[in-house]
C-alpha cells in the first residue's frame, strides 16, 4: 500500500492515495492530500465532494480548506489505538495551539478528544466551544490542561475558575499557584508537572522543546525540590508529570526514551508521598509534507509510546498510570490545504520564473520562519502534465516571502487555482495581517457540502482595533 506518491510527480493526479485497499485505513498523518481527495469529470480537485474551484468562487482565496472525514479519522486513529495497545487509562488532548477556533474544537471534542490551551484566548475559545456543544463546567474542567511557560496571573485565574488542570512550568508559577489557592480552602488546584527530559530529537532547532537547553519546564535536577515543595502544600493537587520534546518528528526512539524518564521520575515523587497517577507524554508525531517525509504512523506511534510507558511501569514496577498525549500537528495537519488564485508572473531568463498568488506568508508563516517544503497542485487542471520549473511567491512586500522554490506545474494562467497540501497546522493559527492583508476565510467540507468555519475579514476588521487620538485633529 502506498499512501504518499510517487518519488517524482508529473501531474497533479499523482499526489492522490494511491493503491489503497478497501479492508486498509490510511493514517492521516502519512497522506499529503486530505483522504477525501478525488479529481472529477473536469479535471478538478475535489475534497469533502467538494470541487476546490467552486469553492473559490463561492469563497474567494485564500482559502483554508479543512476536510472533516480526515479530521475525525485522526482524531478516532489516535483514541482507538491507546485504547487498543495501552492496558490502562488514556485520554488524547489536541493541542490547540495547532488551529484553535470554535469548528474546531466543536469537531475534536465530538471525537471525545480533551484540549492543551497555552493562553487566555486559547482557554477562552475551548471553553466557549464546549459550552456551545453543550458541555457541563465539569466536563469542561476535565477536558482541558492548560500549558504555558510564563501564564500571567489572571491567565492562572481564570484556569482556575474553569477547573481545569494546569500544567506548571516553573517556581514562579507554583508560588502564584500556592499563593492563589489561599482564597479557596478545601479546594485543591488540579496540576501536572512539566520536566524537560533532557532528551535530542532531529526536528528544526526553533520547534526542539526537550533537550536541557530549553525555556520550557523543571529542569530534573529541580524535581526532588520540586516534589518536596508540594508534598507540603495540600492546595496543589499534583496529578502528574509532562513532558514535551519537539515538533515534527519521524523517530519513535525518543519518545520510548521519554517513557523510561518519565516514569522513572513517577516513581520517585510516588515514593516522597505524592499521589502521582497521570503521565503525560506531549505531542510531536510527525505529518508529510513531501513524498520523501516518512513519518510512522499514528497506530505506530502508539504503539510504541504505550508498549514503552508499560514496560518502564514494570521495570520500575509502578501500577500503570492515566497515560496522556498531546498531538497536535498529526491530528489536524493534513486535513486542510489551502487554495490560492494564480496572479502574476515573472520570468527572468535562465534563473527563475515567479508565479505570484494572492496570499503568502501572512496566511501560511512556515515556509520563511523554517524554510518548510510544501507540495502544489492545480486544482482545476489536476491530470495536465507539469511543463515547467517555477517558484511561487507570495504577494507580500519582503523578497523572501517564497511559497515553494522550484515547483514542477503545468503551464499557469492566471486564474488558475493553486493548492498548497498539508496546511491544517500552524498556519492559520500563526497568520498575521502583514501588509494588512486581511485573513483568508476557513471552510469545512464534508459530504459535498460547505460550511464557513472562519469568515474573511474585512477592511474594516484590519482596523477595529485603531485608535485615532483627538490630539491629532487638533
Ligand atoms: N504539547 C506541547 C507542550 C507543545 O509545545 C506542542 C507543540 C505540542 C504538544 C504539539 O506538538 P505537535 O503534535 O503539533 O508536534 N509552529 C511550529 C510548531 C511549534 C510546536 C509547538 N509545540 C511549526 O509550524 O512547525
Not at 485504547?83 to 488514556?90: A, F, H, I, P
Not at 504555558?148 to 481545569?164: D, M, P, R, V
Not at 459535498?448 to 484590519?462: P, S
Request: hydrophobic share 35%.
Amino acid at each position: 500500500m502506498i499512501a504518499t506518491p510517487t518519488k517524482t510527480p508529473h501531474t497533479g493526479q499523482d499526489y492522490l492515495q494511491k493503491n489503497v485497499t478497501q479492508t486498509t485505513e490510511l493514517s492521516p498523518n502519512q497522506c499529503l492530500l486530505p483522504l477525501t481527495a478525488k479529481i472529477n469529470h473536469q479535471d478538478h480537485l475535489e475534497i469533502g465532494g467538494c470541487d476546490l474551484k467552486t469553492l473559490v468562487e463561492q469563497f474567494g482565496s485564500p482559502l483554508y480548506i479543512l476536510d472533516k472525514a480526515t479530521l475525525t479519522t485522526a482524531c478516532r486513529q489516535y483514541r482507538d489505538y491507546f485504547k487498543s495497545y495501552y492496558q490502562g487509562e488514556s485520554q488524547v488532548i489536541y493541542a490547540s495551539k495547532a488551529w484553535s477556533s470554535l469548528a474546531v474544537v466543536g469537531i475534536i471534542a465530538s471525537e471525545q478528544l480533551g484540549f492543551d490551551v497555552v493562553s487566555g484566548g486559547e482557554l477562552y475559545t475551548t471553553q466557549k466551544a464546549l459550552t456551545q456543544l453543550g458541555c457541563s463546567s465539569q466536563e469542561i474542567a476535565q477536558k482541558i490542561y492548560f500549558h504555558g511557560n510564563n501564564k500571567s496571573e489572571t491567565e492562572l485565574q481564570e484556569a482556575i475558575e474553569i477547573g481545569c488542570t494546569i500544567i506548571v512550568d516553573n517556581w514562579l508559577e507554583l508560588e502564584t499557584l500556592t499563593q492563589l489557592a489561599h482564597s479557596r480552602p478545601n479546594q485543591p488546584i488540579p496540576i501536572l508537572i512539566r520536566l524537560t527530559p533532557g532528551i535530542e530529537c532531529h526536528t528544526h532547532e526553533y520547534i526542539r522543546t526537550g533537550h536541557l537547553d530549553s525555556k520550557f519546564g523543571f529542569d530534573p535536577n529541580q524535581l526532588e525540590a520540586v516534589f518536596t515543595y508540594l508534598t507540603e502544600q495540600p492546595s496543589l493537587n499534583c496529578k502528574g508529570l509532562h513532558a514535551h520534546i519537539g515538533s515534527q518528528i519521524f523517530e519513535r526512539q525518543p519518545h520510548q526514551d521519554l517513557a523510561v524518564v518519565l516514569v522513572e521520575w513517577l516513581k520517585i515523587g510516588q515514593e516522597k508521598g505524592l499521589n502521582l497517577t497521570e503521565l503525560n507524554i506531549g505531542g510531536g508525531l510527525g505529518i508529510c509534507y513531501t513524498e520523501d517525509d516518512d513519518p510512522p504512523s499514528i497506530e505506530e506511534w502508539v504503539k510504541a509510546a504505550s508498549e514503552a510507558v508499560m514496560k518502564a511501569c514494570q521495570r520500575f514496577d509502578i501500577p500503570l498510570p492515566k497515560l496522556i498525549a498531546e498531538p497536535g500537528r498529526s491530528l489536524i495537519g493534513s486535513a486542510c490545504v489551502s487554495a490560492y488564485t494564480v496572479g502574476s508572473r515573472k520570468e527572468i531568463p535562465e534563473l527563475r520564473t515567479y508565479i505570484a498568488v494572492d496570499g503568502g506568508m501572512s496566511d501560511n508563516p512556515r515556509p520563511i520562519t523554517y524554510q518548510s517544503a510544501y507540495r502544489i497542485v492545480l486544482a482545476n487542471k489536476m491530470s495536465a502534465e507539469s511543463s515547467e520549473t517555477v517558484t511561487v511567491a507570495g504577494k507580500h512586500c519582503e523578497s523572501g516571502d517564497i511559497l515553494i522554490k522550484d515547483a514542477q506545474l503545468p503551464q499557469t494562467q492566471p486564474g488558475d487555482i493553486l493548492v498548497v497540501m498539508g496546511t491544517g497546522a500552524y498556519n492559520y493559527s500563526m497568520a498575521s495581517n502583514y501588509n494588512r492583508l486581511p485573513r483568508p476565510a476557513a471552510v469545512l467540507v464534508h459530504n459535498g457540502e460547505a460550511n464557513l468555519i472562519l469568515r474573511r475579514e474585512t477592511y474594516d476588521d484590519l482596523i477595529r482595533q485603531d485608535c485615532f487620538p483627538e490630539s491629532l485633529l487638533s
